[in-house]
């Protein structure tokens, strides 16, 4: 199985704030990544496919960068509504695995 | 309105089963691979199992933990995706979302709100 070790798993930050999250792969595999923005008791929301593409109506402040076994999710320009936790998905072979989360916090 | 609702969702005791059901809506979803993922209470997201179209014959694909247990399925006449869970155990108590997955993204590009399952003696 691909292990996903997100770093770090919580962090605080301040609105305006530049946060990078990074995910790391146990393997090597083509950038068949994705990143989950959820809340507290609702369902996922889909932020970045393809490691770096932007999914339909997602803020540009929103960015997907790396390739290999590193990436990352950047957020420029920290606002209210972007606090919540941040899981990435590794979806280039079954079983589809998720990282630990990264929980993002005033 | 394009949206996926789950129901079935409740307590059962270990051992026993529980069928989910994913009702789609606003979309076709004979055109997509449909997904079950998973969130046991104060936990990460676990993949559970994945259903392919007719164009890929209807085949499936299971996590580790759930395989030989759970059981997806789909009627497309009906826009309906299911899971049949079976042998329950108390480390399926989750709350259990279906999700669409995008044609040319591979994104899980709509969820539903999901539903609780409680395995609890």
């Known amino acids: 199985d691909v292990q996903m070790t997100q770093s770090p798993s919580s962090l605080s930050?301040?609105?305006?704030?530049?946060v990078t999250i990074t995910c790391r792969a146990s393997?090597?595999?083509?950038?068949?990544?994705?990143w989950f923005q959820q809340k507290?008791?609702?369902?996922?929301?889909?932020?970045?496919?393809?490691?770096?593409?932007?999914?339909?109506?997602?803020?540009?402040?929103?960015?997907?960068?790396?390739?290999?076994?590193?990436?990352?999710?950047?957020?420029s320009g920290?606002?209210?509504?972007?606090?919540?936790?941040?899981?990435?998905?590794?979806?280039?072979?079954?079983?589809l695995t998720f990282g630990g989360g990264t929980k993002v916090e005033i | 309105e394009v949206q996926l609702v789950e129901s079935g969702g409740g307590l059962v005791q270990p051992g026993g089963s529980l069928r989910l059901s994913c009702a789609a809506s606003g979309f076709i979803l004979s055109d997509h691979y449909m997904d079950w993922v998973r969130q046991a209470p104060g936990k990460g997201l676990e993949w559970v199992a994945r259903s392919r179209t007719k164009a890929r014959s209807y085949?499936?694909?299971?996590?580790?933990?759930?395989?030989?247990?759970?059981?997806?399925?789909?009627?497309?006449?009906?826009?309906?995706l299911y899971l049949?869970?079976?042998?329950?155990?108390?480390?399926?108590?989750?709350?259990?979302?279906?999700?669409?997955?995008?044609?040319?993204?591979?994104?899980?590009?709509?969820?539903?709100?999901?539903?609780?399952?409680?395995?609890s003696s």
């Open chain 1, 13 to 18: 930050a301040s609105l305006g704030d530049r």
């Open chain 1, 27 to 34: 393997q090597d595999f083509n950038n068949n990544l994705a």
């Open chain 1, 40 to 75: 507290p008791g609702k369902a996922p929301k889909s932020l970045i496919y393809g490691a770096s593409s932007l999914q339909s109506g997602v803020p540009s402040r929103f960015s997907g960068s790396g390739s290999g076994t590193d990436f990352t999710l950047t957020i």
């Open chain 1, 78 to 95: 920290l606002q209210p509504e972007d606090f919540a936790t941040y899981y990435c998905q590794q979806y280039n072979a079954y079983p």
């Open chain 2, 59 to 80: 085949t499936t694909d299971y996590a580790a933990s759930v395989k030989g247990r759970f059981t997806i399925s789909r009627d497309d006449s009906k826009n309906s």
């Open chain 2, 84 to 119: 049949q869970m079976n042998s329950l155990k108390t480390e399926d108590t989750a709350v259990y979302y279906c999700a669409r997955v995008g044609i040319t993204t591979w994104l899980f590009d709509l969820w539903g709100r999901g539903t609780l399952v409680t395995v």
